[in-house]
Every structure is written in C-alpha cells, then in structure tokens.
C-alpha cells in the first residue's frame, strides 16, 4: 500500500491497483461501491463521488456523506448537503491580492492571540496568477517616445517632453497625452535635437541602418514593432502602478507553503489553467485520483471544457479551502445539455454560446450543474468546449462540464504535456468510469432533466447592449439597437427623445475630420479568456483582418483597437500564419497579457472622443470578445456594449458603427469602386482549420510554458520582505491590514439580535457584484478619491479599484460606487442615498459613516437575482466594513449569498410572491431580527418593522456549516479560531 495512513481508511476495501509503464499506482474504485448506480450517474456527480470516497475521515468526510452522493438520483432535489474537498485552488490578481492580505492578517491575529502564526498557510496547493493589472494605456501603433539628448534650441515637442519618453530611462507618455499631440508634433517629439551628442547609426532596437538619421527606430522596425511597443508601454505603466502590490505578492510567494506565483505578462489566468496548469488527473504517495478545483473568478469554469470539475468561489470561501477546511454544498440537480448536429461554415464557437447563454437562461440552472453531451459534442473542439464552459456564470450554472473523451487527450498532445502523464491520465479515467465516447449513447448517464441544442441552427449573433445573455442575431442588430435607443430605460432601453435620434457630434482625430453618432464605436477590443484561447476564433478574426486590408478597408482612428491574447501562444501562433501584420495594420495591436478590457482596464479613450460623446450626450458602444457587459464596467462613456466573437469585433470597427446591416451595408468599395461588404471577407471554417492545423503545434506551448515561471527582468528585480510576519506600511495606499479581527477573542461570540436596522439602500432587479464591489477607474469626486488625496495622490496616480483590492479604506469608500447604480430613494441612478434620520441626501459612504456614529446596523433591500455577475469578495467585505448587517432580497447568485454568510452577514430571503412592494415597504422603517443560538437552516424568522408591521422571511444559512460560520462572525474567524 502507497500510503500507511490508508491502513484505517474508511474505503480501504475498494483501493485498486493499476500498472501503467513500468510504476504501479493504486486508485478508489467506486464502481465497487455498486457499478448499475455509479454508471448512471452524470459524470460530475462521479468526481464528487469519488472525492468524498478518497477524503472520508470521519469527520470532515462521513462514510454517509458518500452514500448521499451514490444517492443522487432520490436525492438530487432534497437539498441534501455535502462535503467536497477539491484538488486545488486557483487565483488572480484582484481577488488574489486580498486572498494574501487576509493570510497576512491572520497570521497577525493568530500572534496576538497567542498562537503558532506560522501555522496560517495554504494546505490545498494553490497557483496565483496575477492577470488583472494590465491596462490599454496604449493602443493602436501609439510610438514610444524618445527624448531628446539636449534641449532642443526650437523648442517643440521634444523639449516639451524632454525625461518623459526616452527609452533609456524607462518613462512614457500615456494615451491621452499622445492624443493631444497632432501626427506633425508626433514626430516632432519623435526627432532628436541635431545640435546634441551624437546619432546612433543603426536603429536602437535593432541592427538596421540606412535610414534617415532624424527617426529614433528604422521604418523596418517601426513598421514590424509597433504592436511589441504598445504591449511594452503597457506593461511598464503596469509595474510603476502595481510594483507595490507585485512586492506584496512576492512575498506571500516566499512566506507563504504551498503556493506558486505565475508572475505578470503571463496570460489570462483560465487560460493559462487551461493550457498549462491543469494536472486532468493528480497523483499523491501513488494515489491517483481527478483534478478539480475551485478559483476566486467565476470563470474558473473554463476548465470544464477539459473534463476538469470547478467553479468560482468567493474570495473567503476559497481561503478555506486553501486552509484545507472541506467546501460545504447543496448536492445539485444535474441538467444534460445535448448537443446534435454541426454548425454552418460560417459561424463561430462564440455564436454557439451566446446561444446557450440565453437558451439556458430561459431553462433556469441558477444552483444547478449542466452536464454536455451527445454526438455534437464530438464536433467541438476543447478550445470550443471552453469556450462554452467559460460563460457558465452567464447563464447561471454552476459549472459546464465536458467530460474527459479522445479530443481532450489529443489536446493534452497538441499543448505539449508530458507524453507518460497524459498515458496515466488516460488509463486511470477510463479504469474509474471518467472517460467517455460522446457518440455511444449507452454511455449517456441520467440526468435531472435534458435540454437539446442543434448547432445548424445557430447563427452569428452578438449579446447586449447591457446583459451577456441578450443574445440578438447579427441580421437583427441594426434594428435591434435602434429600438433600444427609444424603449424606456432598462436593460433593452435608453429612452432616447426622439428629436435627439439622429444627434451627431463632430470632432478632429489626427489631424482628420470624424463625426460619431449614437451607435458609434468607440471601443473595439479583442479580449477576454473567452474567446482569446480558442485558435479558430483568433485565427478567423486574423485571416479576416488579412482579407480587409487586402481589400483595401481600415477601421476609423478614433476606435479604441485593442488585441490582448490570453498567453503567449496566441502570439506565436499568429506570428507565425502570418497575420499579425494584418490585425495591426487594422489597430488590432497587441496590447498586453491579461484581463483588460472585458474586466474593465479599457483605459482612456482619447479627449476628443470622450468629448464629443459627453457633449452629444451619444449612446456609444464597445465591441468586445468578452464574457461581460453589464453597464459601467467596460468604459463609463460606453453606454451600450455588445459581446462578439473576435471576427465580429473586427467587423464592427470596420463598420464603425452598431447601426449597421451587413448583408445590405457595405463596409467600403474597391479601388474599381465595387462595394466590399462583410461576406466578401469572411473566412471559411475550412480556412480556418486549414491553417490552425498547420500553425498551432505543442512546440508553441512547450517554448512558452517553459519559461512561464521565470517572470521578466522586472518581475525579478523586486525585493520583497523575507519575513514570516509582513511589516506593513502605515503609509500604503494599496496593501493594508484589514479590520475583520480587530476585536476578535479566542471564545464564540453569543447569536444576538439584530435590532432598529436602517436601509441603506433600496435596489432592485439584478443587482450585481459589478454594482457592489469597486472596480474600473476611480471617479475623481467619488470618496475614495476623497481619501487618495488626502494621502497626497494626484488623479493620475489613483490607479483602479481592483489595483487597490487589498487596502480597505479604499474599497470601502468604492463600494456601490458604480454610476449606474439605481437606488429607489433617488430619482437617478449614482452612487448616492439618503440619510433618513436627517434626509440628507450624501454619498454612500458618508451615510454609512454617519449610521455607523449613530451606532445604526444596516439593511440593503433587493429584488430578484441579488449578486449575479463575478465572484468578488468584496462584494460582501466592503458593505461589512459599511456596516451592513442584513440583505433582504427576492434571490440570490449562489457565490455572493455564500461570501455574505461568509463575512458573517444575514442573507435573508423574502418568501414566495412577496417584495418590498407586496408588503408595503418604503425602506423608510427601521427592522428588527430576532437572532439566536439554536438557528436552524433555512428557518423562517419574523422581521418587526418600527411602525408595529412585521412579516416572514427566511433564512438562507443553506448549511450547518453556513450558521457555524455565522455563529464565529464569519469563516476567517472560525479558521483563526481552529488553529488556535
């Protein structure tokens, strides 16, 4: 036996032994356990199953844990629970600073009340990826600046920012600065003094000469580099703003067991999982057994498209696991999603799930697993798969599972994994009942319920302009958005007065006259991990790139153009089919590695732009290859934003506008004046294929993943603390001890009830975590730029909320900071409410502040859908800090009502059919909950209203282990108090 310790283990009797090459490894046989009941279960039941088989120890794990799971089928809908210990933990940046943060923290309360602070590590293996601090800063074939080497006698631009570009010292100018310049100052800047030292002789990137002696870089690398010189301008705006943060996370990497730092300008974090860091099957003291994991990103459900079981968590929710404390869930109804057909040459994996997004939102899996299957699936790549399992948020799941077939295996070869890991993979899957023949249906298992899709009748279509699951066919857009325009507000409506319809604003962009409109665009990004690790897609927007400008087609220079791949391969592989050039020559250039775009990092559009929108007052739209487009979160002036598959991305530009029918629109004409329109350009799946097939080889993604832990000359000249403890600084503005145990004891706090309550807010329908937790830029009125300045920061130097995760006095002051945010004690939307005490109407953090001098708890009143959207911690640290005691909503999304019962907060529930509405409430009263020792999961308790009314709701504490946490004030609480 491999291990000792299974000597007494619960399921030794089913330990089975399998010979793979030369080693012996031993596995749990749960086919053992009863073959007829396992082999119809769905498969991500077995994953579980098998888990909680493996982890059984009689206390965290029950042998009868187990038979609850082989009992799915009576009890899938008795909303039994269950433990599940997954394999590992997986982190970015913005929720991932604030991960170590509390580790930090917690170390600190550990030593003040005496115990070993040392123990606080993670125990579950964890990688961080720290992909959500890159901004497009620089877009486009923006030049870096040189400066010159003596003021220049004529003065001009290159005195003007003289020590603000050169090269040799590591300074640039940003976007808007560069677009105050006009292409004549341009160059200017770009000239050296002729009265200074000497001229270089030869281009200062490269070994060209014979070029004029006045440009800073030959015109062959200024041509061949342009998209290089955005990314590196990018990344180094990167590291000047984040290095403090950077060094907090070397630290952690150092002082921290058991965790791995994938250092920045790596890729997209699921991308990365995808190509790299999936293990598919892990083996422990010869014990074999299935990846699964859980992230601090909802997409982490991206990895189900490689038969790999996970899900987003909240930030909270993810440190236990990371402090090896099993995860406490509802055993799930399992929905089969069946997949038929093949899809029209056409149309794109991206058309494939912003159909299932919508269908399956129509079906109802908020709770649920969806589980594919069916003989299409064999028609779908593991990059298509992916795809589709990454917007599992989007339509409410709580994963998207592909199990394990041929097609993940050859993806596993083509991406270059070691050729005797990917055999024990195969052999074990298929010995354990994991590994399937999408086209035999005697494997199909039994579902919950079965919902079918024929992918010929999907058609090219976009989602929005506010919700990723408002999918609208391409041939419908046009008509759609204009019906938008006049509909009332809401999320298909922006009431637009008729006479203000054909509104239009002209401005100067590079020295050219331009006229935007409403439906213009403004913003064109090929980001996000949705699209950017499927080749077909990226390829598809390549070739369609290479086939415009060959036509003679260019995309307006006021359009924010952006590419951020999700790893370096995308790169390689475009480099290498010859597209790149194409895609920059469209201003499509390579911008940087990581969550940009689609997670808010858009950057400044440039003045004149912005103006010209603010001044038309213009519903203006983004176009991206993203996964969200709820309002305020890719750009504040972009009111309407569309997902589109990367092709569409590029055709929209090329468009410049939304308003457009492309089948009858033309998108220019031919030097012999024939009109180009969008058909003439689009690729062929076969041409796609056809070149993917050639150019997407493992030797890519060895080369990359390779260096991949080595980080840049940047990354590893920081110097972090060595110590075990971390010494903060009382002066950071980005890394700060929170106050969550501030006054924390080593005995459990007494249940007390919670009384004369007053409403902060009064939201509605569909509030999200985009809405609650800080993120994007930071307003210059708003209170966290309040505290910045006060701090002595300047604009420029305020950064992003979600640079910013780990100081709580920011992301307090930025909690509902959205502008969108509508309140119902307001008459337009804003980050503002009342103070009902006096009527004043104040900012969001100022009414809590002023409750909090009160000594008031606070209520947050919702409608349905309460938290959808990312799984952001702060979305429940940040109304704890405000005070918030209790949220009464209509619903909730499973992954927020988990971090508020984690951060110690009531989520109660209105009971069927009734609202504030229903019940008469303004939000006006003052509540009372009575709260005690001896809860129950799910009980119904009696709220009292301060004018003698009182009503029912429940409790959504799902789980003994939720009201556990309850009961110590929240989960850290309860881990601090384990280890002590």
Known sequence: M??????????????QELEIGNEKFQYFDTAQLGQEKLERLPYTIRVLLESAVRNCDNFHVLPGDVNKILEWRTLQSAQVEIPFRPARVILQDFTGVPTVVDFASMRDAVKRLGGNPEKINPICPTDLVIDHSVQVDVSRSTPHIHTCHTPNPGGGAANKFQGQGCANNGRILGTRQMNHLSSTTRMGALTHSLSGSPLPSTCSLCSHSEFPIIQTTCPFHAQQTTGADALEQNQELEFERNEERFRFCKWGAQALKNMQIIPPGSGIVHQVNLEYLARVVFSDSGILYPDSLVGTDSHTTMINGLGVLGWGVGGIEAEAVMLGQAMSMVLPPVVGYKITGSLHPLVTSTDVVLTITKHLRQVGVVGKFVEFFGPGVSNLSIADRATISNMCPEYGATTGFFAVDEKSIQYLKQTGRDEKKIEIIEKYLKASHLFRDYMNNNEDPAFSEVVELDLSTVVPCCSGPKRPHDKVPVTEMKEDFNKCLTNKVGFKGYAIAPEKLLTTVPFVCDGKEETIKHGSVVIAAITSCTNTSNPSVMLGAGLLAKKAVEAGLSVPAYIKTSLSPGSGVVTYYLRESGVTTYLEKLGFNIVGYGCMTCIGNSGPLPDEVA??????????????????????RIHPLTRANYLAS????????????????FETDALGTSPEGKPIFLRDIW???????????EFVVPAMFQDVYSRITQGTKRWNALEAPDSSLYPWNDKSTYIKSPPFFDTMEKDLPDVKPIKNASVLLHLGDSITTDHISPAGSIARNSPAAKYLALQGLVPREFNSYGSRRGHDEVMARGTFANIRLVNKFLSKPGPRTVHHPTGEEMDIFDAAQRYKVEGCPLVILAGKEYGSGSSRDWAAKGPWILGVRVVLAESYERIHRSNLVGMGIVPLQYLDGQNAQTLGITGRE????????????????TVELDDGRSFEAKLRFDTEVDLTYFRHGGILNYMIRKML
Not at 646 to 657: F, H, K, N, Q, R
Not at 683 to 693: A, F, G, M, S, Y
């Open 2 to 15: 491999a291990d000792p310790s299974l000597c007494e283990h619960p399921f030794v009797s089913i330990l």
């Open 646 to 661: 990367p092709l569409l991305v590029i055709a929209y530009a090329l468009a410049g506008t939304v308003d457009v029918d």
């Open 611 to 632: 103006e010209a929108i603010e001044k038309g007052d213009l519903v203006v739209c983004g176009v991206l290859s993203g996964n969200r487009n709820f309002e305020g």
């Open 683 to 693: 690729p062929t799946r076969e041409e796609i294929q056809d070149v993917e097939k």
């Open 926 to 941: 003052k509540f009372t909950i009575n709260l005690s020792t001896d809860l129950l999961p799910g009980q119904v308790v």
